[in-house]
């Protein structure tokens, strides 16, 4: 295999792995925190990171048209990050290495091949054989995860405060 055609196949499942990490993860913190998922549930170096890689970004390029949500900023060290801090939260997620020293390296190496395809560098054939048994594992973590949160009620809502009564003015009385 060519080194582009074995780019092109690494490029599409690392694009699966952090579409679909992305979005697990901002869903699940949603269902957890609710609407400010993002105050509460992103770790705050975290979220300081992704607010700045979002608004260089957005002072670069002058084509960009759509909206584009925070987690679309997450790379795979500040996703493992947001695991890390709330590991109960993902335990599918978790258990895709025996430990968590095991799962640093497997988004190390995430990351670093995220890295070598942004810079048009070519995979390895054990760097591809990598990913493509990651995936398989991946897909069957974010089936269970997905399967799980599915069992889990939505967050309570926040007690919304009652407009306090203003008592009406006692009329004048005329002397």
């Known amino acids: 295999m060519e080194w582009l055609e074995q780019n092109i196949d690494a490029y599409r ?10 979005l697990s993860v901002r869903q699940r913190l949603e269902q957890i925190h609710g609407e400010e998922w993002y105050k509460k549930g992103l770790p705050e170096p975290v979220f300081k990171r992704l607010i700045a890689s979002k608004e260089r970004e957005k002072s670069i390029d002058w084509y960009e048209g759509q909206y584009q949500e925070i987690m679309d900023y997450a790379v795979f060290a500040d996703l493992l990050e947001i695991l890390e801090n709330s590991p109960d939260a993902f335990p599918a997620f ?46 069957k973590a974010a089936q269970e995860a997905k399967e799980a949160s599915n069992d889990v009620p ?5 007690p919304k405060k009652e407009a306090e009564e203003v008592p009406a003015p006692e009329p004048e009385v005329a002397s």
Do not use: C, Q, Y
Not at 13 to 22: D, H, K, M, N
Not at 99 to 123: C, H, Q, W, Y
């Open 154 to 158: 939505p967050p309570p809502e926040e």
């Open 13 to 22: 499942i690392v694009s699966e792995i952090l579409g679909e990490l992305r």
């Open 94 to 139: 978790m258990s895709l290495a025996p430990s968590t020293a095991l799962l640093n390296a497997r988004f190390l190496e995430l990351d670093v091949m995220r890295a070598k395809l942004g810079r048009a560098r070519p995979i390895s054939e054990t760097e591809l054989s990598f990913l493509g048994t990651f995936h398989l594992r991946f897909r």
